[in-house]
């Protein structure tokens, strides 16, 4: 019986709340998480700053008074007997915090870019980046997308930076400003596709099924902003059927992207296809507000002089690349794994406040 009227009272309760109560509910756990975020970022920004200020230290008191390697392995010691709750004062970790003030020797860079990533990422950077702008480069894009430590890894070592943008396009003639700069630096040259292993006898059809395979991986190989909208789209034109390899909507250049996979080195007559894929899809599928439609032609290998004559006199935006299925094996063996890319992938990281032990 007193179970009975206790399951009543619960009952009742629930009928008399107010009926906005979820929506208020919502409301305030995403207040109460993006204050979580904002604390958390502000807790790593302070401890980014607080290493530089120590390396500083270190730096300038070898610098003035000639400190030697045995008074680094002493502070480690004394600063860990002082704050044993607080990790990150190995002798490692100060060699690292004296690298980082020498990589990033003005203040306010730290305070305003590099010190809103974390330290881990920091880490990996002085590891594997010597050119400073290519540093604050990846530091950029980091905070721009939200990469994890597993993901910037991964673009680092697939030189990211170095082939960003270089895809061979008549964009230049074909786009109006800023459109044009603007697809010009998402597209790569040549793509990594390290995560496939397909062998010598593969077709077309197969490349296109592998990717889909990975399409999680081949999605952060495009980049930021490719939305997926079918493989062997359809287009039915005056009768006769017609297949897209692969069809995208860019998120930010607003306009569809076609793909078009060979297993081959790039011939002319793959242009004047592309042309009529692009030209199909702009009188098919492309809104009034969308962008004109944008080509990408993926080769096995490209000469670079056939695919610049070969996109002169094209009038419609089709960019060139080709793409590299493996890495030597060193490189393949630095690389996070695919497991570990995925999971990466499924929660990025909105902040991270580790230090080296």
């Not at 690298?99 to 590099?114: G, L, R, Y």
């Not at 109006?176 to 006898?201: I, M, R, V, W």
């Not at 490209?302 to 419609?316: F, G, I, M, T």
Request: aromatic fraction near 10%; include cysteine; glycine fraction near 6%.
């Amino acid at each position: 019986m007193e179970l009975s009227s206790q399951q009543d009272h619960n009952a009742m309760a629930f009928e008399i709340l107010p009926p906005d109560y979820n929506q208020l509910l919502q409301t305030l756990k995403s207040r109460i998480q993006s204050a979580q975020v904002r604390a958390a970022l502000a807790v790593n920004q302070e401890l980014v700053l607080l290493y530089w200020q120590i390396g500083q230290e270190i730096l300038s008191r070898q610098g003035q008074e000639g400190w030697g390697s045995k008074v680094i392995t002493r502070l480690a010691k004394d600063l860990k007997q002082a704050f044993p709750e607080m990790k990150g004062f190995s002798r490692t970790n100060l060699l690292y915090m004296r690298a980082f003030a020498t990589a990033w020797p003005d203040e306010s860079i730290v305070q305003q870019t590099v010190g809103q990533i974390p330290w881990g990422h920091n880490v990996r950077l002085l590891d594997k980046v010597g050119d400073p702008n290519e540093r604050l480069w990846y530091v950029e894009q980091t905070i721009a997308y939200g990469w994890s430590r597993a993901i910037l890894e991964h673009q680092i070592e697939t030189q990211l930076y170095q082939r960003q943008g270089k895809a061979i396009s008549n964009f230049e003639a074909t786009l109006t400003q800023p459109q044009s700069e603007l697809a010009q630096q998402l597209l790569k040259d040549p793509y990594s596709f390290d995560f496939l292993s397909l062998g010598p006898e593969a077709q077309e059809r197969d490349l296109e099924k592998a990717l889909l395979t990975h399409i999680r991986q081949f999605l952060l190989e495009l980049g930021v902003g490719f939305a997926f909208v079918g493989s062997q789209h359809h287009l039915e034109i005056g009768g006769d059927d017609f297949y897209i390899d692969l069809l995208f909507y860019h998120l930010q250049l607003r306009c569809y992207v076609v793909i078009d996979l060979k297993m081959t080195a790039f011939k002319p007559e793959y242009s004047g296809k592309m042309g009529f894929y692009v030209s199909a899809v702009d009188g098919l599928l492309r809104h009034p507000d969308d962008a004109p439609t944008i080509g990408l032609i993926l080769c096995k290998s490209r000469n670079r002089a056939v695919a610049e004559y070969s996109l002169r006199d094209v009038n419609k935006a089709i960019a060139i690349s080709q793409y590299k299925q493996e890495l030597p094996e060193a490189l393949r063996n630095a690389l996070p794994s695919i497991e570990e890319l995925e999971a990466e992938l499924a929660t990025i990281e909105l902040s991270e406040t580790e230090s080296t032990e």
